[in-house]
Structure formats: structure tokens, C-alpha cells
């Protein structure tokens, strides 16, 4: 069952702009998750939120959950060249082992 | 402390050959999962290990695809023999809750 779907798939903005990636799922989650993979790495872990979080944030970033819309939405503020990547959802439903991600959004960030 | 180690980075191989990726997880992580990832998707699970017992393989190949875990901690996917469609990144990663993983860089398979 796909438990993350990310939207847009490309998204190109400018050094110091925000960047906004959503995610929608289809049934029922314990946590979402978001991923971080820069080109030709590993998935890094960003930060992840409960069934019964509403937000969540860790320094530039910001997630929301909707579990009414089975939506999440992953911010970026004041955007760095760095911060370009593909970004991953990935929803855990039943047992927190079964994770499985969508096909990620690719930001990048324009100097 | 050391992150999730895997090798080799990159291998190339001709169709029908034989080929094994290794996975060192984060010391005292019990849960290690061997991931495939093909270009422009999100990784799919093939196997995760509770310590050295295979207790979700349904997405693995077993006609081609086995994997081992001795003594829980290493472990290693095999493939035999290769397609032309097993050309992907693997990703290893481990956690120590089964919450958030943490991914080794990954072994870049090109099937010639």
C-alpha cells in the first residue's frame, strides 16, 4: 500500500526563499516520517511525528500532519544551496517496523 | 559513532553473474533491513532482521535474492544470478526502536 506520496516532484526556488513539499497517504499511520537523500547518498532522517502531533518543528524545518486529510507538508525556511535534495514521506502503519516511502520531492536550491 | 557501513559503493557486473552486498549496522542495533531503490523512487523494503532472524522477507526474490544476518550483527544479500532489472541502489539501513532508520550509502548495482 503506497503510505507516502509526495507532491510537487520538482521544485526549484532561490537561495533564502521557504520551500513547502506535501505528502498524502492512504490509511491509517502511527508516524510519519521525512528523509532527506542527497545525490548518490543514503536516506538521512529528518524528523518524524506522531499520530497525535499536530507540529512538529526541528531548527529551519516545520511539519504539519493532518490526519483527516492523511496529509503532511514538510517546511523548509530560509532555504540554503545545500538544503538541495530529494525529500522523502514515509508512513508507518500497524507495526512502526513497516515503513514505506513515497517517491520524494526534488528541491533544489538556486545560489 | 560509526554510521551504517555497506560495500562495495558501486558494482558492475554482466547479466547472469553473481553478486554480494555488505552491511555493517550501527553498533547495538538489533533491526537491520536491506532496501532496494530504483532511480526516481523511494526505497522499498526486501527483508528486515531482528537480530539474526528474517521476520518480514514477503518482498524479497527468493528465486534470485538470499540474505543472512550470523550472529545478528553483519549482514549480507546475495543475488544469483543478476538481471538486467536488479540494477538499482541497496540500501542497508538499521534502528535501534524501529522508528527512524539510518541508511548506509548504498551499493549502486549496474546489470550489464
Known amino acids: 500500500s503506497q503510505q507516502g506520496e509526495e507532491d510537487p516532484q520538482a521544485l526549484s526556488i532561490q537561495e533564502g526563499e521557504n520551500a513547502t513539499m506535501n505528502c498524502s497517504y492512504k490509511?491509517?499511520?502511527?508516524?510519519l516520517q521525512w528523509y532527506r537523500q542527497n545525490s548518490g547518498r543514503g536516506l538521512v532522517h529528518l524528523i518524524l511525528?506522531?499520530?497525535?502531533?499536530r507540529e512538529k518543528h526541528s531548527g529551519r524545518l516545520r511539519v504539519t500532519l493532518d490526519t483527516s486529510k492523511k496529509s503532511s507538508s514538510l517546511l523548509i525556511t530560509a532555504s540554503r544551496a545545500a538544503d538541495t535534495a530529494s525529500y522523502f514521506c514515509a508512513g508507518s502503519g500497524g507495526s512502526n517496523y513497516k515503513l514505506t516511502f513515497g517517491k520524494g520531492t526534488l528541491l533544489t536550491v538556486n545560489p | 559513532e560509526a554510521g551504517v557501513v555497506q560495500s562495495p559503493r558501486y558494482k558492475i557486473i554482466e547479466k547472469k553473474q553473481p553478486v554480494a552486498f555488505w552491511c555493517n549496522p550501527i553498533s547495538g542495533h538489533n533491526t537491520l533491513y536491506w532496501y532496494r531503490q530504483n532511480l526516481g523512487q523511494g526505497p522499498e523494503l526486501l527483508i528486515r532482521y531482528e537480530n539474526e532472524e528474517a521476520v518480514d522477507d514477503s518482498q524479497l526474490p527468493k528465486d534470485r535474492f538470499s540474505a543472512e544476518r550470523l550472529k545478528g550483527v553483519d549482514s549480507t544479500l546475495k543475488i544469483q544470478p543478476a538481471e538486467l532489472g536488479d540494477s538499482a541502489v541497496y540500501l542497508c539501513a538499521s534502528s535501534l526502536k524501529g522508528t527512524e532508520r539510518y541508511f548506509g550509502p548504498g551499493t549502486r548495482l549496474l546489470v550489464l
Open positions: 490509511t491509517s499511520i502511527n508516524n
Open positions: 511525528i506522531r499520530s497525535n502531533e
